[in-house]
């Protein structure tokens, strides 16, 4: 007779955190993106090393638009400049937006839709309304805004999108921490005397990691799209530097002789995002309890 293996026997002797590491490594598709994301972020890291000269040098005469070749993979732009080169060198500069977006908008979005979430009445009508009026704003009318009121640059571009981000992060967090405060162990921690700051860090937001997690990822790859349309409307990163949205807009002009120009940054920016969907996927899978098998 066959026996029987129940659930509890199945993950019995594994933490949450090496569960969801098994599972996510069983979907093929987070993986590649989980590969890719890796590889990009040491080549963007070590671009110094990879390339040994500036990418703004200008090599007028012969170097000037080159299509593809073994010298220059990707070919050059109008000014002889490698454009593989500029797409590793590009790489910090979207990762470092949508990252560093991601991160600000995070924590602004998990302290406020904590606070609306756990308190409620009052405190969650304040926070929530202000949150639905930026968020009824357009991401990229926002980010125009608000850059046009700061200048261009990475610094205006990070304020702006993590403003944007910020109310995704808070309705997330204030649903998940609505679902779980009525919950035993919260009114435990309360007769233990505990504070309520401190049953919010220590107690509340560990268990709304899962939604928080996944929606991290996918808003990474919708801040480097916003950045680089930003960009490439010219309010975003300034020409000459190396971003991608900069790189198609410099490529545009030339887009019937020259289509390498504008094909290879696009590619990055499409297969950046498709890579970080596919681990959002991955991640939104492995986290979900009804999906454990």
Not at 98 to 110: D, I
Request: with cysteine; aromatic share 8%; hydrophobic share 50%.
């Amino acid at each position: 007779m066959t026996k029987q293996v129940t659930g509890e026997q199945t993950y019995k002797g594994r933490s949450m955190a090496q569960e969801t590491w098994r599972r996510l490594l069983k979907n093929h598709g987070a993986v590649v993106g989980m590969v890719f994301l890796i590889a990009l972020f040491l080549v963007a890291l070590m671009a110094g090393v990879i390339y040994d000269y500036e990418t703004d040098i200008i090599s007028m005469g012969t170097a000037m638009s080159q299509s593809p070749s073994w010298e220059h993979p990707f070919g050059t732009d109008n000014l002889g400049r490698d454009i593989l080169a500029r797409i590793v060198y590009g790489a910090r500069y979207s990762l470092l937006i949508g990252m560093g977006s991601v991160t600000l908008g995070l924590c602004m979005g998990v302290v406020t839709g904590s606070m609306a979430g756990f308190y409620g009445g009052a405190v969650d009508q304040v926070v929530m309304r202000a949150n639905d009026i930026l968020y009824s704003i357009p991401n990229i009318m926002l980010a125009v805004v608000i850059v046009s009121m700061m200048g261009t640059g990475v610094s205006s571009l990070l304020v702006a999108l993590s403003i944007s981000s910020a109310t995704a992060f808070a309705k997330i967090t204030r649903a998940a921490v609505m679902s779980i405060r009525g919950q035993e162990f919260i009114e435990s921690a309360y007769a233990l005397g505990l504070p309520t700051w401190k049953i919010i860090a220590k107690h509340v937001i560990p268990n709304c990691m899962s939604p928080i997690i996944v929606q991290v990822t996918l808003a990474i790859g919708s801040n480097i799209i916003a950045a680089s349309s930003l960009s490439f409307l010219g309010v975003g990163i300034d020409t000459p530097k190396p971003e991608w949205g900069t790189m198609l807009a410099d490529g545009r002009n030339f887009i019937r002789s020259e289509p390498w120009m504008c094909i290879f940054p696009g590619l990055a920016i499409m297969f950046t995002v498709l890579a970080l969907n596919l681990l959002g996927d991955g991640l939104r899978d492995a986290l979900d309890p009804k999906l454990k098998k």
